[in-house]
């Protein structure tokens, strides 16, 4: 549990539409910032006077768009509209100031939240410009500083986040963007004076902007603290990972005092120098693990200090586990994969298999076959690197065409990204002609849950699988590898459910 506060940013280009927000964001904030830069400039005196009567506490903001506000605003503009609020503050509200105002206002300091905001200026010492930022900041206002930094790799945050730790007054640190959204969820676990959250997902007002609802109930912000165990999925693009949804349900199921949060990693040399490796890192988050994802499964085996003996013969970790400071690595892809298999099929013992795909996935379904005693085929595009694979492995290398594929096989899985929502979505590696005979199509993507490989698999009257039982099988193993305790694979499965419906939903 801490002291901090859930802040949820409205906009609305009318009093109508402010305040129909407001209504709206009761129940989930403590706090509400009415973005004054996004209403029409006719609205804004009849919403000052009455948000002077508002019972809510406030923050007014009217930033300039070179601050990331909604237009741009000249000098005289900004001064006017200060002096109005000046003499209209209601006892709670607290201004954001931005700290390149040049005009000084009427406002008591222990009022005004000091703020900057940065985009892409950034020099190539950061520590520069952060002592800059630092100093303005802290000439400027004796409540809250404010630091919010675009960042395009977790560990970039890295400097904003010692704003929190360093100001020795109550401050705000904000990476934005996806690679800083662990600022925004951890921020009041250690001290920050509020974090920001939209009302919900299609009213993001900043980048990386979490809602208020998941905030709350996903990530639970308010009930952690310094001493909760972190978690995190490190991955390139972590914005479509449903590990965070599955693994904060688990916590919060088993009651573990944790939470898992993304971290959208592109130097992961940098972020376990900066952040995890106790002898190098400059910030302390207490982490106990990692789930690991493209394209790290290979290159974090040289940061670890012991590797499992599945992840070691796989060649790739998925999950990391920090025991007294030790990194050690395992695979939980494996058994991820076998497990809703093997309620198939009882003994795949003589079973063909083919695998597609020659990358990390297809690495950990080849390993899992082989030792099931199945009888195991990679079929790849890159015939020098499936070969190699194959080779590894002991098991036979077919190339996979473009035309016609002859399958003669019993299960057939694809270990590539084709059929996933986005551009692969409508392609699949055979049809449903093709398909005629086999046992089981095996589909590892699991979003969407029925691919076009699936709709080919069933059309041709063959038993399917999709991803979603190994995602789930796979991340309990991490759940059980990280806390000891049995996974809560109900409310696992349910978690990454209604994040699925609420994702084909927006
Ligand atoms: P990866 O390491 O990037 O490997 C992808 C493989 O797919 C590579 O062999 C790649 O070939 C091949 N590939 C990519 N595009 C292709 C195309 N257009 N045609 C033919 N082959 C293509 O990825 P991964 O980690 O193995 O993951 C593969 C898939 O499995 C992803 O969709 C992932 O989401 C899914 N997965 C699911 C689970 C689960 O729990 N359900 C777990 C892990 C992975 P090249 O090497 O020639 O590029």
Request: aromatic fraction near 8%; hydrophobic fraction near 40%; charge should be negative.
């Amino acid at each position: 549990m801490n002291q901090g506060k859930i802040c949820v940013s409205i906009c609305g280009k009318t009093v109508a539409e402010v305040l129909g927000r407001i209504e709206q964001a009761r129940d989930l904030a403590d706090v509400i910032e009415v973005r004054f830069d996004y209403l029409l400039p006719e609205e804004i005196d009849p919403l000052l006077e009455i948000l002077a009567t508002r019972p809510e506490q406030l923050i007014i903001t009217f930033r300039p768009e070179h601050q990331g506000g909604a237009r741009s605003l000249s000098r005289d503009e900004r001064i006017a509209f200060w002096n109005k609020v000046a003499v209209r503050l209601s006892a709670e509200t607290l201004v954001d100031l931005e700290c390149d105002m040049d005009f000084t206002v009427n406002i008591e300091s222990d009022r005004i939240i000091g703020s900057a905001h940065r985009f892409d200026d950034r020099p190539t010492d950061p520590s520069q410009y952060f002592e800059h930022y630092f100093d303005e900041l802290l000439q400027f206002s004796s409540g809250a500083r404010k630091l919010a930094v675009a960042v395009n790799d977790a560990s970039d945050a890295v400097d904003v986040w010692k704003l929190l730790i360093e100001s020795g007054q109550p401050a705000i640190a904000i990476g934005m963007g996806e690679a800083g959204k662990w600022t925004r969820i951890l921020a009041l676990a250690y001290g920050a004076f509020l974090t920001y959250a939209s009302l919900d997902s299609t009213d993001v007002v900043a980048p990386g902007q979490i809602s208020a609802a998941e905030l709350r109930d996903v990530f639970r912000v308010k009930e952690i603290d310094a001493r909760t165990h972190v978690y995190a999925v490190l991955a390139g693009n972590t914005s479509y990972s449903l590990s965070p949804y599955m693994q904060n349900a688990a916590f919060r199921q088993a009651d573990v005092d944790a939470v898992f949060v993304p971290m959208q990693v592109g130097n992961l040399d940098a972020f376990i120098r900066r952040m995890v490796n106790g002898a190098t890192r400059e910030i302390e988050l207490h982490f106990k693990g990692f789930s690991v994802t493209n394209p790290h499964k290979q290159s974090i085996i040289r940061h670890l200090d012991h590797i499992d003996e599945t992840a070691r013969k796989i060649g790739a970790v998925n999950t990391v586990k920090i025991d007294h400071g030790k990194r050690i690595g395992y695979n939980t892809d494996a058994v991820g994969f076998i497990t809703p298999l093997s309620n198939i099929f009882d003994d795949l013992r003589g079973s063909r298999a083919t695998v597609v795909g020659a990358g990390g996935a297809a690495r950990a379904c080849v390993y899992a076959l082989k030792k099931a005693g199945a009888d195991v085929t990679i079929l790849a595009r890159d015939s020098a690197k499936g070969s190699a694979m194959a080779e590894e492995f002991d098991v036979r290398f077919e190339r996979l065409t473009t035309g016609h594929q002859h399958l003669s096989t019993d299960i057939l899985v694809n270990a590539t990204p084709l059929g996933t929502t986005g551009e692969h979505e409508q392609k699949s590696i055979a049809s449903a002609n093709e398909l005629a005979g086999l046992q089981l199509v095996y589909d590892l993507v699991y979003n969407p849950a029925e691919t076009k490989l699936i709709k080919e698999a069933r059309a041709a009257g063959v038993k399917t699988l999709g991803g979603l039982d190994m995602l789930i099988a796979q991340g309990a193993r991490q759940f059980e590898i990280w806390t000891g305790g049995v996974a809560p694979v109900d409310e696992m499965r349910a978690a990454v459910e209604q994040r699925l419906k609420q994702s084909y939903a927006a």
